[in-house]
């Protein structure tokens, strides 16, 4: 099975590369159906579990207990842990199906027990995420530099919080993935092939 | 003019995938070149010029006051940044070359405000490096792997204040690169293609 699971920064493309690469690679991609799976198996809106993911547990410790979630007296601390049970659930199940690119839901580490995903974080600097929210027709708009630089650190501090959930694997220190790319400058749909071709060496590679 | 300069931690193959890189290229390839050069140019033994550069000045201070080292009384730190001197010098006139790429020396640094430098850095986990440096002959003979583990930590502490000499910008730190690759459990040479193919779109989109 290969599996390919992208962390990236607000604004750095990576969703965008995930994507791209799935179709280079005819790999399945997820992303947003990591959401809308978990809303249709628990009855939440989507934006609920949206929105639960990003934030993390109301109070904000480690839980890294084996893989499944205990579930505290409290209704809403009840309804996160579901949420993030089901996440996990659906993650492995999906990776079940075969090859594909999964974007964000700290997959990497979710999955890196039973396969060997090959791990990608993807970034770029400021000015760089600015542009490319700004391009973007929703995100970002009415805000200036400096809200949407707040929205942009606030995006992945949630990513990171997120992340220490699952794991004590910070978010974005490359000794936690096998690939670190700056996409500052670029165009990513030019570097979809030389990913690929890396990405396929890399699987022949560990195989 | 592209130049790739290329960081790496010790026994990460970084050195070995910066020559490969350079011939699938046609591009220069300067490593120990630069060291000889700085030993010819001030009459200097190699094996003291690469000690000193590998330790950074006598007393730890970082020093980046523009492009020149200030020559102080001590006659040992006079020496030290003669060196340090001759090894800016010696890396601009090389990068006025040509295409090239540069292993080490905090090249990308020292380029990056006069060319655009495509900044590469190489790593990989402990028991990959512990490996790639038992596999060569000379390198950690008779250490125990502890001894070893102490030599590679040694030698990137070694380099990461090599670098705070040059620059504010942290050694190894990813925002610092515009690529990082962890070579754990992959044969350098595997890699070159794809790497390159992603060095001449990087070149390409960032002229």
Redesign the interface.
Known sequence: MKIITISREFGSGGRELGKRLADALGFSYYDKEIISAIAKESNFDEQYVEETLLRGLTPNYTLTFGHTFAFGPDPIMQNELKILNLQQEIIKELAKKGNCVMVGRTSGSILEEDYDPLKI?V?A?LASKLDRCRSRADAGEHLTDRELEKKIRQIDEGRARHQRLFTDKKW?A??N??????T????IK??V???R??AL??F???S
């Open positions: 974080f970034y600097d974005g490359r000794e993935y096998h690939l670190c790319i700056n500052t400058g670029l165009e030019s570097i092939p030389a990913v071709d890396y060496t890399w022949d590679q560990r």
